[in-house]
């Protein structure tokens, strides 16, 4: 039972509780009340009858002596259970069996007249006046209470048993509310709390091995969760932390060589002696490539922590598909010449596209960058972004077509593809890692780069809502896909 049910509960059943004991004690003076009113009755009854034939002497309706009138009555009326009051038809009271004194009253004689004949049982007594006659004329009034003793300590028995009873229940009620309270509220939170403590302390993970389905077991599951998230956040941090610092001591050695290239063509070239014309300008054309390519790494450096900041939101601009890919694929006919390449573009996804222009041009740059790096003269490279219910290019590897249909489900693809070396199975989980360069790509200046090309592509194609995928064939080369989210690229 949740908490707070069990709560409103207890507090219906102390609301209730004085309403049930008075509802109760009700039932029980009513019943008994039923049971002795009978017998009460007729008992009294008779005990008054015995009583008024003794009081019909007019004489006593006369004011006179204490002791006089005393004398006269019967000696029934010394009991202590018995009231009697006699009044004079002008309504003076002559006697009061419980008055001391003797005093003399006077009642209003249409009141004393009214209710003769009349039995008032009451709480207390029963009660009758009635007329006393000489001659047809009333010559006075006697009124007679009988006390009802015994009806009274019955009620005053069955109070007490109903306070008792009603002791008896409170406090049975106030123990299973406090073991409740101990059980269902007290001891859990101890635990939540020491569990908390625990955690902020120590950091040592708490788990909770008695957790009920109330509001305070889910706030324990919800710190579990909580744990789990504040866990994965700081091993995320910590890799972050490890990754910046593999990204600063990469880029370090990265840029040691460039630099040192570049500090000693510039020393050779301010010590003019011995150089020959043809020599300075090799030299030359070594510093401006030397520092094309520090550029270069500087800008994808840039990128990178651009792109990895969680306060940075990328733009989105809505252009036209078809104009967009058709601006987006120029320039690459003649790079691919150069290296003796086949390049095949085709686009086919048309309608309004919600992109980045400068981060899909950066992403398209870094893919191509790579293919034609590692592309040889007489191959060929693939470029196409395909909609998402057009057939797959022909030239798309055979083998991978199935696969590049799951992956791509019915959404919008941007391919690119090359016939240059496999990528090896062991470097095709770590190849989106900042900095990393498979075998053989520090050799050479020539397919030297920054290796931040693919993460930075990676991170583009996330902050489009969209998934990378990357397949290597041996023989064949290496397709990547991108495949973008329905909410940027929408349907005609």
């Not at 707070?4 to 209730?16: C, N, P």
């Not at 001891?187 to 902020?200: C, I, W």
């Not at 030299?283 to 651009?306: F, P, R």
């Amino acid at each position: 039972m949740k908490i707070r049910t069990w709560l409103m509960v207890s507090y219906l059943i102390v609301m209730m509780l004085p309403l049930a004991a008075a509802y109760g004690f009700f039932l029980l003076v009513q019943d008994w009340d039923q049971s002795r009113r009978p017998a009460d009755t007729f008992e009294l009854t008779e005990q008054l009858r015995s009583i008024e034939d003794q009081l019909q002497s007019p004489a006593l309706y006369q004011v006179q002596q204490l002791d006089s009138i005393e004398n006269s009555l019967p000696k029934s009326i010394e009991d202590d259970r018995i009231t009697l009051k006699l009044y004079r038809t002008d309504g003076v009271r002559v006697y009061h069996s419980e008055d001391e004194h003797h005093s003399l009253q006077q009642m209003d004689r249409s009141r004393l007249l009214k209710n003769l004949y009349q039995y008032e049982l009451t709480y207390h007594t029963l009660t009758v006046k009635k007329p006393v006659f000489e001659n047809q004329q009333i010559q006075g009034v006697y009124e007679i209470s009988i006390d009802r003793s015994n009806w009274v300590e019955g009620v005053e028995t069955r109070r007490t048993m109903m306070t008792v009873a009603f002791l008896v229940l409170f406090i049975l009620l106030y123990a299973a509310v406090l073991w409740l309270l101990q059980k269902k509220l007290n001891n859990p939170l101890k635990e939540l709390m020491t569990g908390m403590s625990t955690f902020a302390e120590k950091h040592e993970t708490v788990h909770f091995t008695r957790k009920k389905n109330d509001e305070i077991g889910r706030l324990m599951t919800h710190f579990e969760q909580m744990q789990k998230q504040v866990e994965t956040a700081q091993k995320e941090t910590e890799r972050e932390q490890e990754e910046k610092q593999l990204m600063m001591a990469s880029f370090s050695h990265d840029i040691k060589t460039p630099l040192t290239s570049l500090q000693t063509y510039a020393e050779a070239l301010q010590n003019e002696k011995g150089l020959t014309q043809e020599e300075r300008e090799e030299y030359l054309q070594i510093l401006a490539k030397k520092s094309c390519h520090l550029k270069g790494m500087i800008e994808d450096l840039t990128t990178y922590s651009k792109l990895q900041s969680a306060h940075y939101e990328m733009p989105l601009l809505e252009v036209d598909a078809e104009e967009f890919f058709d601006m987006l694929f120029e320039g690459y006919d003649e790079l691919a010449a150069q290296e003796g390449v086949s390049l095949k573009k085709e686009y086919s996804i048309t309608g309004p596209l919600r992109v980045n222009d400068r981060q899909m041009i950066r992403y398209v740059d870094n893919l191509m960058s790579n293919a034609l790096r590692y592309t040889t003269e007489g191959k060929m490279i693939g470029l196409a972004a395909v909609g998402a219910e057009k057939q797959l290019p022909e030239w798309v590897f055979a083998d991978k077509v199935a696969d590049l249909n799951r992956f791509r489900g019915s959404k919008a693809l941007l391919l690119v593809q090359n016939e240059g070396p496999a990528i090896g199975e062991e470097h095709l989980e770590s190849i989106f890692i900042p900095f990393y360069q498979g075998e053989g790509a520090r050799t050479s200046d020539v397919t030297k780069n920054s290796g931040l090309g693919l993460s930075i592509a990676l991170m583009i194609a996330e902050k489009h809502g969209g998934e990378m995928k990357l397949w290597s064939l041996p023989g064949k080369g290496t397709l990547i896909a991108m495949r973008f989210d329905d909410q940027y690229v929408r349907r005609d």
